[in-house]
């Protein structure tokens, strides 16, 4: 409708100019030109009733509106977004963020967000502030935090971390502020190369302890800041109850017989289980970020190649047990598989078999062709004697002959 309403305004004055002199002609160019050019501007940048354009940033505030997921209907050029005060999830907002490439701060505190899936936030390359505090997280994926190579402030207070490892936070290289106040850690690893200025771990149950002691001596060695450093006391043991966590007493001869006592002591089968368990924890993660974009697929480890070894081995020695137990029931089948006995009562068979013995004797010419079937009537008729021994008339007979 504005386009129209331009056009035949345009129109209209076009046909007064014509008409006008020259003086007012050159005016009325000049308005018409500025008169176009607003309403360029007007159509290229439609801005929402919540944001404010300057002349280098674009801020949009959707706080406090009951939202359940980021608006789709936001400027791709926006720079500062405000999302605190909602109901949003993350669990399906991903493709939203993919457009807000330029955004250098994004607040979304006060939310319910509980789990951060494998590249949240990748293609916020810009992102300088990232602000979740306020939430109910207490899983964070190893590549959750992928791509914020810009990131200098991540706040995650007021959260339900239990466990955080130092890996989620590698990819972070320009992190200079991080507030980790009031969650549930007990420990935190972090590695000596990490750079911090200021760090914030107050409110949360550490445990002074072995596991304690790299966060220990990086604080202790770094010059980084920890806010409210007097607050930041153990609640584990109770001994070292309202120590600092800084100062608190941890014996590095006793850790170190404490590793090894731990390393020779895990059985094998844990130490499956503990492969087992993290490839299905890669191979979940993987799933449920399918539907998203191909990058958010993490890099997977070689502990899947262990398992299928594993899973071979066992398959392969129950096969080989089942075939060593079965093995001589075969055998002793296919053995006996041809052989039948023979059965008394079968004349005909013993027939053959007299008649096959009978050819390789000599043959007697004065003896007629019935004779052998006469003597075989006899023969099979013959009972043997109590002695053992069987009479041939054969051998008597052909003796007699000869003589």
């Known amino acids: 409708m504005l386009h129209d309403t331009i056009s035949c305004q345009c129109t209209e004055k076009s046909v007064w100019v014509y008409g006008a002199p020259r003086s007012n002609r050159k005016t009325l160019n000049m308005k018409l030109s500025w008169l176009i050019i607003w309403a360029g501007m007007l159509l290229l940048n439609q801005v929402t009733a919540d944001c404010n354009i300057t002349s280098q940033t674009v801020i949009c505030d ?3 509106k009951n939202l359940t997921s980021i608006p789709t209907d936001l400027l791709p050029n926006v720079t500062k977004l405000n999302l605190k005060n909602n109901k949003i999830t993350l669990k399906y907002d991903r493709k939203i963020l993919i ?15 509980t789990l951060l899936y494998n590249n949240s936030f990748y293609s916020l390359t810009k992102l300088v502030i990232l602000d979740i505090s306020n939430n109910c997280i207490n899983t964070i994926h190893q590549a959750a935090f992928a791509g914020l190579y810009q990131l200098i402030v991540l706040n995650l207070s007021y959260n ?15 992190l200079r502020v991080l507030n980790l106040q009031n969650n549930l850690l007990e420990y935190f ?37 920890m806010e409210n450093e007097n607050n930041t006391t153990c609640t584990f043991p109770n001994i070292k109850q309202k120590f600092s966590i800084k100062t608190a007493t941890i014996q590095l001869v006793d850790c170190e017989t404490e590793k090894l006592s731990s390393e020779t002591t895990i059985p094998s089968t844990y130490a499956i289980k503990h492969q087992s368990t993290d490839f299905l924890t890669a191979l979940t993660s993987n799933i449920t970020g399918n539907n998203e974009t191909h990058a958010e697929f993490p890099v997977l480890g070689k502990s899947w190649t262990f398992l299928v070894g594993v899973l071979g081995f066992v398959l392969s020695t129950t096969l080989l047990i089942f075939t060593a137990i079965k093995c001589p029931t075969w055998y002793q089948y ?6 039948r006995r ?6 005909e068979m013993f027939a053959r078999e007299f008649s096959a013995d009978m050819s390789s004797f000599p043959a007697i010419s004065d003896i007629n062709n019935e004779d052998p079937i006469v003597i075989f009537d006899k023969t099979n008729a013959f009972e043997p004697e109590e002695d053992g021994f069987i009479e041939d008339k054969y051998i008597d007979t052909y003796v007699t002959e000869q003589s």
């Open 99 to 113: 457009r807000l490439s330029n955004l250098t701060e994004l607040y979304l505190n006060e939310n319910t967000i």
């Open 62 to 64: 959707e706080s406090g």
């Open 334 to 339: 296919l053995m006996s598989y041809r052989h």
């Open 189 to 225: 690893h972090i590695k000596p190369s990490f750079k911090l200025t200021t760090i914030t771990l107050d409110g949360n149950p550490w445990n002074c302890s072995c596991s304690l002691l790299d966060l220990q001596i990086w604080l202790t060695a770094s010059n980084v800041t």
């Open 160 to 174: 339900r971390i239990t466990q955080l490892d130092s890996d989620v936070l590698s990819s972070l290289k320009n």
């Open 342 to 347: 023979l059965e008394e009562n079968d004349p």
